[in-house]
Structures are given as structure tokens and as C-alpha cells.
């Protein structure tokens, strides 16, 4: 039970079994071991720089009960790795809280919970027709012409070939809501990995001397390579992304004042108007819609960019307006803020558990409070 917790396959009724135990143990010390026993075995922590341990250790003991001995103190910074585990690991923080609140919390969790996302999406075909993916069985949906169009078990769209009928292309569009990611496998081979809140339209094959889609919100691209047709990804404000065969990421929601692409392999060209800008792995392009300029930022933690596709809310220290923003989409909440709360977290946590084990895991900090009131989130100290 305690690795289904962990590798976060557990379903919502095992975790809430899950807490049932650990509510009913008379001492911590059987839960901290296997922390302490799972947490070695992990090796993302070591990728952390000697700045992010640091913050993790204030996190971790941020605002600690005055009465504390220093001896105490100092020896929990020398042991930083054991303790880390404790934030980083965070869903086994959630486990020690529930811990001290027993059961009357687990009963919270049960009738007022908000589900995490999941693999939603509607696709739109070249004729008007709309398919509704979380709804419909798997298999092969349609065909348009020499293209069959299939959904599978784990959240992916499927465009095959499947012979040498020539049809003009038509033009789909897939479309996640808030709540929502989906998986799309293009015809030429290109992987693409859709957030919540995203909108892409793409040919049913491509054709002429380019491969070109068009984007509104996030999304991480797996390009095939094809020297003879680039791949071109186009935003609403005529910024536009050029590559031949590479892996990256998109940012280009509406409501946010920058479109921000970050390359983990490869190269691409980043165009808007006149303006180009070319990035190396590592990199990100941060293109201004108002004046229009790029910004190339160094050295970026790819790996909190690209967290959100696999599976995390990565915060290497992000501040709280800039995960609540990932919550709002990720969660389909809307989130207000009595009190100007500003903290920046040092975690790594699952996006498959529920808002309120989320917030609990976030309150450990002592440094933000939150309530919820249907799907509304109030951010408060």
C-alpha cells in the first residue's frame, strides 16, 4: 500500500485507506522509515543545487516552535537528506499530517474533495463533427481518407497512414478544457503533449514543403525529423516556432503576457514579426506580445518546465501566484486571494491527487493557508 501511495498508483479509495492506517499508528516512526527507506531509493533530490537544499531546509522548518532546543536544530541541517525527503517527497508529509488530525480529516477528504485533472479532450473533425474523448470507447474513431484516427488506453490520439489514397487534407483541432491533458500523435510522426486549457489545430497529413500547426496554450512537442519540411508551430499573435526535429516546450496561454518556448534538444528558431531568435537546449525564448521583442533566458530548470507532462507540479522555487496558476487550470478552480501572501515552495508534487491533498501538503509549510468553498480556492496566511 505505502509503494501504490508513493508511485502514485493508488486509486482514490486506497488513499484514503491508506490514511485510515496511518491515522490509527501510535507512533511515527514505522511511516518515517519507509520515508526514509522509499526516499533513498529516489534520486531527484540529488539533482538539487546546494541554494534549492537550502530552501528546502527552511521550508521545511520555517517559523519552528521557539522551545526548540539549537542542538536539535543544528543537528537536523546536517542531516538535511533524511529531512528533505519530508517536503520533497511531500505525499508523505500529507500522510504525517493526517496522522495528527485522525479521522476527522480523512471524513473531510471523503465528501469534499475536488478530483484532480485528467486525459480529457474534444477533438473536432474537417466536416464540423465533434468527438467528446473521455466519453467514447477506445479504437478507432474515424477514418478521412488515407488516415485512420484512433484513440488508445493511456490518453492518445492516433493518426496513421494507412495507404495510398490521396485526399486533400482537412483541418482538426483538439482541445483540452481546464482539467483536461491529452496525448496527440501526428501523422508524420511528431508527438504532442497537450496541458490544460490548450487548443491545437493541425492538417490530417501535411502537405507542400512544411509541416505547420497552430497553438493556444501549452503544450511539449517530440518533432520528427524531416530536413525536406520543417516543422512550424504558429501562435495568434504571428510568433511562430521553427524546427526540423527536436523536443520542446510551449507556452502560449492568451491571458499571460509572454509566449515562453524552452528547448530540451535540438535547436529552434523563435520569429515574430522581424525578429528572430535561435536557442540551444537549455534555453527559453521569452517573446513580449505587447512590443514584440525576445528575451533568450540561460540555463533554465527544463525539468520545471516540463514537469507538468510527467506527471508533477514542479516547484524548485516557484512562488505561490505562479503554481496557483497551474492549480486553477490543472484543478478548474478559480482562486482569490484574501491576504498578499508571497513564499516561494521547494517540492516536487504529484498532480494526481485531489485539491485538498494538495493544499494540505502546502499548509506544512506554515507559511499560506487556504479554504475552499465549492470551486473556489481563498488563499489566506
Known sequence: MFGKYFDKTATSEERIEFMGLVAQLKSDETLVSLMETRYMTDQS???????????????????????????????????????????????????????????????????????????????????????????????????????????????????????????????????????????VNLPDGTKVWLNAGTKLSFPTFFVGNERKVELKGEAYFE?????????????????????????????????????????????????????????????QALVNKSDKNIELVDDVNVNQVVAWKNGFFSTEGISLHELMKQVEKWYDVRVIYQDDVQVDFVARLPRNITLLELINLLELTKQVHFKIDKNTLTVMK
Open 45 to 183: 533530490i540529488l539533482e538539487f543545487s546546494p541554494e534549492i537544499k537550502e530552501k528546502i531546509l527552511n521550508n521545511i522548518h520555517h517559523k519552528a516552535e521557539t522551545d526548540i532546543p539549537v542542538r536539535q536544530v543544528r543537528m537536523f541541517n546536517l542531516n538535511w537528506a533524511k529531512y528533505a525527503a519530508v517536503l520533497v517527497v511531500g505525499i508523505f508529509c500529507f500522510g504525517l499530517y493526517f496522522y495528527k488530525k485522525a479521522q476527522n480529516n480523512l471524513l473531510v477528504l471523503q465528501t469534499q474533495h475536488i478530483a484532480p485533472g485528467g486525459n480529457k479532450a474534444t477533438l473536432t473533425l474537417g466536416n464540423g463533427k465533434k468527438i467528446i474523448l473521455d466519453t467514447i470507447a477506445n479504437g478507432v474513431l474515424v477514418k478521412q481518407g488515407n488516415i485512420s484516427i484512433s484513440k488508445t488506453t493511456n490518453g492518445q490520439l492516433v493518426y496513421n497512414v494507412i495507404g495510398d489514397e490521396k485526399e486533400p487534407a482537412t483541418l482538426n483541432t483538439i482541445e483540452t478544457p481546464n482539467g483536461g491533458q491529452y496525448q
Open 223 to 283: 518533432v520528427a525529423k524531416n530536413a525536406k519540411k520543417p516543422f512550424k508551430v504558429k501562435m495568434s499573435n504571428q510568433a511562430e516556432v521553427v524546427v526540423l526535429g527536436t523536443h520542446f516546450n510551449i507556452s502560449a496561454y492568451e491571458e499571460e503576457k509572454e509566449i515562453n518556448t524552452t528547448l530540451l534538444e535540438g535547436s529552434v528558431v523563435v520569429k515574430i514579426g522581424q525578429k528572430t531568435a535561435k536557442i540551444s537546449p537549455g534555453q
